[in-house]
């Protein structure tokens, strides 16, 4: 039976999305997503459902860091539409509620009810975790902002449905693999994640990123980040339409390498339904 690792507790969107990926999959929570991906490294889990950004409030924070030195690979992504509840203990009413608990991102995603009642706000470290939290208190003055899931999960009461500021809201999930297992060229939708470091010299990535204009790959993501003190070249995560055995793709590639010091693919899949009606 396939393991999959997630970051967060039952009933979060990342257990979602776990479950409408892999159905018949054991659920593995972990507390945080360094725990995910080493369950994944380590063996006890075969493979991890990551969030890497949201449509409301960008990237998730160090994912793009992580993924690189995981030493993982991508082999597939989801997207997950994002919905909260704002849910209480069994007879709680809203009238009650002076305190709402919940992550930051969704306390982010739902300002509009959070204003309109004039609550206190408590950062939980998992939605469904803030769920839990209060069918724990027990008390009508808290309630939580989670997934429809945790409602009957912990046996709380939804007091307010769908109350996330954005009907379209979504988070983009990547499932991670120690195994590369790259997408087949078929012609067929394809995404290539890959990492790169700039060589020290002037005008290195505007050299290194021409051969995606030059060659018409669309660069759908690009991401820097910083390793040590400052004092090494920048890093990049970067998402490209396409595969590395296209022939746009691969002069692409070519071009890349050759003003790099390092460059290393980290998962060619294929792209989700999602993007042809974005």
Not at 47 to 73: C, K, Q, T
Not at 118 to 139: F, H, N, P
């Amino acid at each position: 039976m396939t393991t999959a690792a997630y970051q967060g507790e039952p009933g979060s969107n990342s257990a979602t999305a776990a479950r409408a990926l892999f159905p018949e999959a054991r659920e593995l929570p972990c507390t945080s997503f360094e725990q995910a991906l080493d369950a994944v490294t380590l063996g006890a889990a075969d493979i991890a459902v990551i969030p890497v950004d949201n449509s409301a409030a960008g990237r998730v924070a160090d994912v793009h860091h992580l993924l690189p030195e995981s030493g993982l690979f991508i082999v597939a992504e989801h997207f997950l539409a994002i919905r909260f509840d704002l849910m209480g203990v069994p007879g709680a009413t809203l009238d009650q509620v002076e305190c709402v608990r919940s992550h930051v991102h969704a306390l982010g995603q739902c300002r509009k009810i959070l204003r309109e009642g004039g609550w206190r706000t408590l950062v939980s470290d998992d939605t469904a975790g803030a769920a839990r939290e209060v069918a724990e208190l027990g008390d009508p003055r808290h309630a939580a902002l989670a997934p429809p899931a945790a409602a009957d999960l912990y046996g709380l009461n939804v007091l307010r449905a769908e109350v996330e500021d954005d009907p379209d809201n979504t988070t983009r999930f990547v499932v991670l693999s120690r195994d590369a297992a790259f997408a087949p060229h078929t012609g067929e939708p394809t995404m290539t994640s890959l990492f790169f470091c700039v060589r020290n010299i002037p005008s290195a990535l505007y050299k290194a990123l021409g051969g995606f204009a030059s060659s018409g790959v669309n660069l759908t993501k690009i991401e820097s980040y910083q390793m040590g003190a400052g004092l090494n070249p920048s890093r990049f995560y970067v998402e490209i339409e396409g595969h590395p055995d296209d022939e746009r793709v691969a002069l692409a590639l070519h071009e890349l390498r050759f003003f790099s010091s390092e460059v290393r693919i980290l998962g060619v899949y294929p792209a989700h339904p999602h993007r042809a009606g974005s």
